[in-house]
């Protein structure tokens, strides 16, 4: 081998090594744990400060690794072929040199493929934390350099593929959901600890309407209600905060704190100077289609515990309270003076479930795995079964929607208070198992929709 062809075979190992290099890095640039680069960050490690910075902007640090790599996989293939020329073409006849550079062509494609590609993209995958972290700063020097290259490079991208890219989130609401699974899974979060992050995450896709307490069990006093009055209603409902009404429900005008009333006693003001109005305090009105974050936001904002719910018509749809809201993330909250209530839900046996009628129809789908789809028609199971029935029901009405099997077990008036459901198979195994009851040995267990597509 002459001189030149050791330059050539030189030049083709650097040329490897550094298509070998830009592979590795991309590879690890898109793999990396991005949260462990923020909290690497925000503990003040320089690189994964500048491996963050990266990361904002990937079609800088994509196109510096894949300039590189091109141009040096360009300059390994160029001087394969010259190694080859030199070396074989003076002994073999033309036809065999043809085939030579076939041969060499396969060979040299071959080689590229293992140790510039598919080596270093596993070694990278493997341990593309350290590897991430040791390129960002040589990556960004190098982007820095190459920016002129790179701003042409990208003009002539958005050229041909017009309209800027959609920028994916860096993790959906459904991975999220898997994410949190897993984590439960493997022992990483408790099952309680899973439910409360799902329900903060769900709570944006929340009505107000969903979980406010609907206008026929609103419990409120009246504008001319005496102190006794208003005192035997929070004694016998448990409540600190009443709405007040002037004419009707319709017309809420503030409403009176169980402590404002214990200062009238204590003064030992006489009935007959009791002005309930002096009491007031200001209560505020939301519409019933509002989102629950948003919700939340403004109780804080305005450091409201309880508002009123308007529907449409401008009229009492309902009234929600702090607690409602805090319920749909942590679960149902009693202090000492609520009173004893029966679960909303009671699983009579595997086949078999007792609903109250105001009980939400998506968590009862969630727990059932009904597979019933959506609808603005109705929120709870009683708006259902009226929808369904097309009137409102009186107690012993049923209808069929197989393999599922309804009754209206009680009403109150024109409300639906209580509903039965079975089924011909029978309820979730997690359900079961939750309520206490040991789940059938069946291998042909009825699997939720939304697990028969996954």
Not at 29 to 50: K, M, P
Not at 76 to 92: Q, R
Not at 360 to 386: H, P, Q, T
């Amino acid at each position: 081998m002459s001189t030149q062809n050791w330059v050539e075979l030189f030049v083709l190992v650097i040329c490897v090594f550094l298509a070998a290099i830009a592979s590795g890095t991309e590879t690890a640039l898109t793999s990396v744990n991005r949260l462990r680069v923020r909290h690497l960050a925000e503990d003040g490690s320089q690189r994964a400060a500048i491996l963050q910075r990266l990361q904002q902007d990937p079609q800088r640090f994509l196109g510096t690794v894949l300039i590189v790599n091109t141009f040096s996989l360009i300059i390994a293939s160029a001087a394969a072929t010259l190694i080859g020329i030199d070396l074989l073409h003076p002994h073999l006849s033309h036809g065999l040199g043809t085939a030579a550079d076939f041969g060499i062509s396969f060979l040299l494609s071959l080689f590229l493929l293992i140790f510039a590609e598919i080596t270093p993209k596993t070694l990278a995958v493997r341990h593309a934390d350290r590897v991430a972290l040791q390129v960002a700063p040589v990556v960004d020097s190098l982007a820095t350099f190459l920016s002129p290259l790179l701003w042409f490079v990208t003009m002539v991208a958005r050229a041909v593929v017009p309209g800027r890219g959609h920028v994916r989130a860096f993790v959906t609401e459904a991975e999220l959901m898997t994410l949190l699974s897993v984590s439960e899974e493997q022992g990483i979060i408790e099952e309680e600890e899973r439910d409360m992050i799902q329900s903060i995450v769900e709570i944006g896709d929340k009505l107000v309407r969903e979980v406010m307490v609907p206008r026929t069990d609103v419990v409120a006093v009246a504008k001319g209600a005496t102190p006794e009055e208003i005192v035997q209603i929070i004694q016998s409902k448990g409540h600190t905060r009443l709405p007040v009404y002037e004419r009707d429900i319709d017309h809420i005008i503030g409403l009176v704190h169980a402590k404002d009333l214990l200062r009238v006693f204590v003064r030992g003001t006489n009935a007959n100077e009791f002005r309930i109005e002096r009491l007031l305090r200001p209560i505020n009105a939301v519409p019933e289609q509002k989102k629950v974050d948003e919700l939340l936001h403004e109780m804080r904002l305005k450091k409201a515990h309880m508002m009123v719910v308007i529907d449409e018509y401008g009229g009492t749809a309902g009234i929600v309270t702090l607690e409602d809201v805090l319920e749909e993330i942590v679960g149902e909250i009693r202090d000492e003076y609520d009173l004893a209530e029966k679960e909303p839900i009671e699983i009579v046996s595997d086949h078999e479930v007792l609903v109250d009628g105001g009980y939400s129809m998506d968590e009862l789908n969630d727990k059932l795995g009904l597979g019933i789809a959506e609808s603005d028609e109705y929120d709870s199971v009683g708006g259902y079964l009226n929808s369904m029935l097309g009137s409102i029901p009186d107690a012993g009405a049923t209808f069929q929607d197989p393999p599922f099997h309804w009754k209206v077990d009680e009403v109150n008036g024109s409300r639906v208070t209580k509903v039965r459901v079975t089924t011909d198979e029978h309820w979730p195994h997690s359900t079961l198992l939750e309520a206490g009851i040991k789940p059938p040995d069946d291998e042909h267990r009825r699997v939720p929709v939304e697990d028969e597509f996954a």
